[in-house]
């Protein structure tokens, strides 16, 4: 049964909980039945800061009406965490519920030509949904390799693709916008061929015209079109689904290629922030999750469709920026994108399932992308086995904002761009070195002889990760140390069955 109450309840509680339903029923939650299974749409930005949306920055510079829209209409979780600071393990860990650090990838993140990461024998949420009788589609981003060779083929269909991992359909981009190749590609193959090359794009900041790699593209590929394009394709599923198979639930997977580099904010966005090309291109991010909301509501499945926002790491937005355009990106968190505080991979989580998701509800619950898994899971009434979603944990009762045992996670792993790991249980938080292990200035940091070798920092009291608290507690740096381990050896983090 999914997302029962927690057993402290006994059948006295209980029956007094029901009964309280059946009287109030408008202000009680109830878990849904599995016949009666959304549609569900996971929507992705890519390098979006917790303190983009106003719904969760009051200061925030950018318009973002319809993120906002759907915090106002759904749930909004304050300490919501990617499983890594970057792309690839992000991807990873969402798709399986599993942490990306137990594979071959232990640092950084796959390039254009990387083979694929996941085992096709994989469980991933689109597979679950797919057997539970969901149409599925990925579009966007893929960033999780393709093919088998050390050097994806592009000239021939890919084996695996997005299509082998429980999609029906995909259409997309292989890695991010700045990598090459520049194709698109459809299901298991590229729609067009890269024979043609780019020249490589400088930096927004550097005064360029957006940043990318050179390198081969497919004929008049133009990296401005990307995220029109997929929207599009997006709308496009969704209206299909709609209109033919009512009785057919779907599962979009939406991974965005923005606000990512290069910048490339057009009309009606372009100047529309206060916050540069950046903010620009947040709020076409913005726009296009508009696009979508619209689709629902035009065909008339929003009241049936639940609906999450969130990004797969933090804002690429160091203090000088938030200097120069008095936007702090990242929410006042310390550090940015591919670093191990908090400003690295803390991020903005919304969801709405009109009916089910209280309206205007605000968890401080601390969730993780992997946990995805067992919350689909829950939602559609699948059991999951010992060998899927090793590191997912069921967030459904908070999501709901149904009585549950706080918190849901025992701890949570974080991961940086270097490798660098951290473990958070409750209020603390321990980092296994010195550093930001990402992109902020110094990555890692020698220490000395007499200096504590990682950080530990108390989050309820020092939010921003200031005081350096690892020699004041050892036996804190011990349990969690411990604890750390064990997650490592025993391949899981959430209890088995
Ligand atoms: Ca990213």
Not at 74 to 81: C, K, S, Y
Not at 84 to 109: E, I, Q
Not at 181 to 190: Q, T
């Amino acid at each position: 049964m999914p997302a029962a109450l927690p057993s402290r309840f006994s059948p006295v509680v209980l029956a007094l909980v029901v009964a309280a339903c059946a009287l109030v029923a408008s202000g009680c939650r109830t878990a849904p039945d599995p016949a009666d299974r959304p549609n569900v749409i996971l929507i992705m930005a890519d390098d979006m800061g917790q303190g983009d949306p106003s719904a969760y920055n009051d200061s925030s510079k950018i318009p973002t009406p319809h993120i906002d829209r759907l915090a106002d209409e759904g749930i909004r979780f304050t300490d919501a965490h990617t499983p890594s600071s970057v792309c690839t393990p992000t991807r990873y860990g969402l798709l399986t519920g599993r942490y990306a650090w137990r594979t071959a990838l232990k640092r950084g993140v796959l390039w254009g030509y990387s083979p694929a990461l996941i085992d096709t024998q994989r469980t991933t949420i689109a597979s679950l949904l797919n057997e539970q009788g969901y149409a599925t589609a990925a579009v966007g981003k893929w960033h999780l390799g393709l093919g088998t060779e050390d050097s994806t083929d592009y000239s021939r269909p890919f084996q695996p693709s997005p299509v082998d991992y429980g999609f029906d359909m995909f259409f997309g981009i292989p890695a991010s916008l700045d990598m090459e190749p520049y194709v698109y590609v459809d299901g298991d193959r590229v729609v067009q061929a890269p024979t043609d090359r780019v020249g490589r794009s400088e930096h927004r900041r550097q005064g360029g015209g957006g940043f990318w790699r050179a390198g081969p593209a497919a004929p008049g590929f133009a990296h401005v079109d990307v995220m029109p394009r997929t929207t599009d394709r997006a709308v496009d599923f969704i209206n299909r689904q709609a209109a033919a198979a009512a009785d057919r639930p779907f599962f979009l997977y939406l991974p965005f290629s923005a606000p990512h580099t290069p910048w490339l904010p057009t009309a009606p966005y372009a100047d529309t922030s206060g916050a540069g090309y950046y903010g620009d291109f947040v709020a076409q991010v913005d726009g296009a999750v508009g696009r979508v909301l619209d689709a629902l509501d035009q065909r008339g499945v929003a009241e049936n469709t639940l609906v999450i926002f969130t990004s797969d790491n933090g804002a690429h937005w160091p203090e000088a920026d938030i200097d120069a355009w008095g936007h702090d990106a990242n929410n006042g968190w310390r550090g940015q994108k591919a670093d191990i505080w908090e400003g690295g991979h803390r991020v903005p989580f919304v969801a709405r399932w009109p009916g089910h998701v209280p309206p205007g509800a605000v968890s401080d619950e601390t969730i993780c992308l992997t946990d995805m898994m067992a919350t689909l899971a829950a939602i559609v009434g699948a059991d999951l086995d010992r060998d899927e979603g090793e590191d997912s944990y069921n967030v459904l009762p908070a999501m709901l904002q149904q009585p549950y045992d706080t918190p849901i996670r025992e701890a949570t792993v974080h991961h940086a761009l270097d490798g660098m790991f951290a473990i958070r249980q409750g209020p603390w938080k321990l980092i296994e070195g010195r550093g930001s292990g990402g992109f902020t200035a110094p990555q890692r940091r020698e220490v000395g002889p007499d200096e504590p070798a990682g950080q530990l920092y108390h989050l309820g009291r020092d939010p921003q990760e200031t005081e350096n608290l690892y020699d004041e507690h050892p036996e804190i740096v011990e349990r969690l140390r411990t604890l750390l381990a064990a997650y490592r050896e025993q391949g899981h983090s959430r209890p088995l069955p």
